[in-house]
């Protein structure tokens, strides 16, 4: 089994997002029994706080399944829980090298790196523009489980 954590700062906009889009695609993959996903934010400051609405429209409008929940933090102790942790933007990305002491074994990912876009998903928070979060996290997505299939042998 192989473990996922999708990361932004408040785990209300992006990372719920990118977490359901991609339990979604390995559903549609028969993966869900090889894959385990969780999200979490890299801040306390959303913690217990609900979806933020503009992630929950852009996941009807796409027909995506998601379940309520509330907002959750990383701590320490969730660097050996597990093997991926995959960071909408930069900040995300050194917020996460400093709570898990650089990184030993490699774990952070930035979500567009995977694809040839290469760069931040921008934080709706700010943007207000969830439609651009939710096409930009589709493509990362996409490119994040052909990367795994590769990667994992599925
Ligand atoms: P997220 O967006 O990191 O995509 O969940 C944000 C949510 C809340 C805040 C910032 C970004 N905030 O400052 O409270």
């Given at each position: 089994m192989i473990r996922i954590c999708f990361v932004c700062l408040?785990?209300?906009?992006r990372s719920p997002m990118a977490e359901f889009i991609f339990k979604n695609l390995i559903e549609q993959e028969g993966l869900e029994n090889k894959i385990f996903i969780e999200s979490k934010g890299t801040?306390?400051?959303?913690?217990?706080n609900p979806i933020h609405h503009g992630t929950i429209k852009e996941l009807k409008k796409h027909h995506i399944p998601y379940q309520n929940r509330t907002a959750k933090y990383l701590k320490k102790e969730d660097y050996h829980k597990f093997d991926y942790f995959i960071g909408m933007d930069s900040f995300n990305c050194q917020s996460m090298k400093q709570l898990f002491s650089d990184d030993p074994e490699l774990k952070i990912f930035r979500?567009?790196?995977?694809?040839?876009?290469?760069k931040d998903i921008a934080d709706p928070w700010y943007t207000n523009n969830f439609s651009l979060t939710y096409e930009e996290i589709e493509i990362g997505c996409k490119y994040l489980l052909e990367y795994l299939i590769k990667k994992e042998n599925f």
């Open positions: 408040g785990n209300i906009c801040s306390d400051e959303e913690f217990g979500l567009l790196d995977f694809s040839p876009l290469k």
